[in-house]
């Protein structure tokens, strides 16, 4: 059974390397990171090596999004570095898709590790519906579009996409496991919404078909981050045992 701490993705945004590190080394139960453009644009590939040297796992959000020969080219970097998530955006479509989950498999082959799962970013959390179709000209719903691009990367082999959690559920009905759902925007109750648009909080997103949380300042700018990470684990356990008791 994953444990409630191998479901939670802590993001480090905002910390700077050694913020990163020690941040780390002071959670207690801590299992998954996520690593994004600010952190590895200063910290660099690096980073990737020192936080598994604590043997902590690494979520790489680069959200790549180029021409096919490039996304895999990045792809085939990031997966022999040992990130065992990468994110790549399914709008960029079949070909690029397709090239960058070949390209995962063997560089992750090439360093001698487990290849990673690719996860296609569908929209992000941070668009409301009233700017998708303002700013983008795009006149589908965002849960039309989501579901357009979700099916886009699952059809090319990609093994999960980004969504918020409000769209894990139809998600999940129309890709069962092993897919894989990720979802950002998770704010435990009290949380600040911040910039995220749609959100929800940890057990009903797990209980929506979402397989991890990333969860960043609920956590990170706690006043306590070990009790913010062990108060989001035991409301997972404890939702965890309800449906147990249920069945």
């Known amino acids: 059974m994953t444990t409630a701490a191998e479901r939670i993705i802590v993001a480090l945004d905002g910390m700077d390397p050694g913020q990163a590190l020690e941040f780390c080394r002071a959670l207690q139960g801590l299992r998954w990171v996520k690593v994004g453009l600010e952190l590895f644009v200063q910290a660099g590939p690096a980073v990737i ?27 085939r970097r990031a997966a022999g570095l040992g990130a065992e998530l990468i994110t790549v955006h399914a709008c960029a479509g079949t070909e690029a898709l397709e090239a960058s989950q070949a390209a995962a498999v063997q560089g992750a082959a090439a360093a001698g590790l487990e290849h990673p799962t690719l996860l296609a970013v569908t929209v992000l959390t941070s668009w409301p519906q009233q700017r998708l179709q303002r700013e983008l000209q795009i006149s589908q719903s965002i849960g039309e579009r989501v579901i357009e691009l979700a ?10 996409c980004v ?11 129309r890709h069962p496991h092993p897919f894989a759902l990720v979802t950002p925007g998770i704010r435990p109750q009290g949380s600040a919404a911040g910039d995220q648009a749609r959100v929800m909080g940890p057990a009903a997103a797990i209980a929506a078909g979402a397989t991890q949380l990333v969860i960043g300042r609920p956590i990170s700018r706690a006043a306590d981050p070990g009790a913010a990470f062990a108060a989001c684990c035991a409301e997972l356990d404890q939702a965890a045992m309800g449906i147990c008791g249920a069945n």
Do not use: N, W, Y
């Not at 099916?151 to 999960?160: D, N, P, V, Y």
């Open 151 to 160: 099916s886009l990367a699952a059809a090319a082999g990609i093994g999960g």
């Open 49 to 75: 090596a020192q936080l598994r040297d604590q043997d902590l796992r690494v979520f790489l959000d680069l959200k790549f999004h180029d021409i096919p020969a490039t996304m895999a080219g990045a792809c």
């Open 163 to 173: 969504c918020s959690p409000q769209e894990a559920a139809v998600l999940r009905a």
